[in-house]
Antibody, heavy 123, light 108 residues
Framework: QVQLQESGPGLLKESETLTLTCTVS????????WAWIRRPPGKGLEWIGC???????KYNPSFRSRATVLIETTRNHFSLSLTSVTAADTAEYFC?????????????????WGQGTQVTVSS | SSALSQPPSVSVAPGQTATFTCGGS??????VHWYQRKPGQAPVLVLY???DRPSGIPERFFGSRSGNTATLSISGVEAGDEADYYC???????????FGGGTKLIVL
């Protein structure tokens, strides 16, 4: 069965670039669509961006072009880069796979998630 | 973009029914999906398209929608159901992915 595992630096300093990787095991990164989601401490889930149907990427405007999602087929993983991080980017980060809504004829929810990786940004 | 509103916590005794609400103007015209997240574990999809359960999710989990409010209910609550529950919609007309703030289930 398909599993997702996030990996990343854990700790970085303000103004640095955060790069996270989600390794897909038991399946291929080319056969689904993928997303990054985070949960800041004491808050709810926040969508960051995704690699979606048709090979397009979509992003939460709140990240104002700081975020980039890439698919690396040779390594069977996808990644998130977030530039110019601040303490507000401290959060638990999740990767997730899109599920298909037959009711709506579109990929609209997340049927598989990674366990999450904690990222702390220090000043 | 507008957020989805969820109460911060719900408390129920074992065996009772827990009800979680999710409100927002996006809900009337979009399907709602629900997730369970236990500390240290990957979030789990428990309902999609308001009422459909993924394989492995028991029938105790069921959902509904009326107007701008969606509801997830868990009947016969067990201690193992303690978790945070999040609602989510895909709204193609705006920021596509919206989550609620989550509701913590406390089993008394």
């Amino acid at each position: 069965q398909v599993q997702l595992q996030e990996s990343g630096p854990g700790l970085l300093k303000e103004s640095e670039t955060l790069t996270l990787t989600c390794t897909v095991s038991g399946g291929s990164v080319t056969t689904s669509y993928w997303a990054w989601i985070r949960r800041p401490p004491g808050k709810g889930l926040e969508w960051i961006g995704c690699y979606y149907y048709g090979g397009i990427t979509k992003y939460n405007p709140s990240f104002r072009s700081r975020a980039t999602v890439l698919i690396e087929t040779t390594r069977n993983h996808f990644s998130l880069s977030l530039t110019s991080v601040t303490a507000a980017d401290t959060a638990e980060y999740f990767c997730a796979r899109f599920g298909y809504s037959y009711a709506n004829g579109a990929w609209q929810y997340f049927d598989l998630w990674g366990q999450g990786t904690q990222v702390t940004v220090s000043s | 973009s507008s957020a989805l509103s969820q109460p911060p916590s719900v408390s129920v005794a074992p065996g009772q029914t827990a009800t979680f609400t999710c409100g927002g103007s996006n809900i009337a015209s979009n399907s709602v999906h629900w997730y369970q997240r236990k500390p240290g574990q990957a979030p789990v999809l428990v309902l999609y398209d308001e009422v459909d359960r993924p394989s492995g999710i028991p029938e105790r989990f069921f959902g509904s929608r009326s107007g701008n409010t969606a509801t997830l209910s868990i009947s016969g609550v067990e201690a193992g159901d303690e978790a945070d529950y999040y609602c989510q919609v895909w709204d193609g007309s705006s920021d596509p992915v919206l989550f609620g703030g989550g509701t913590k289930l406390i089993v008394l």
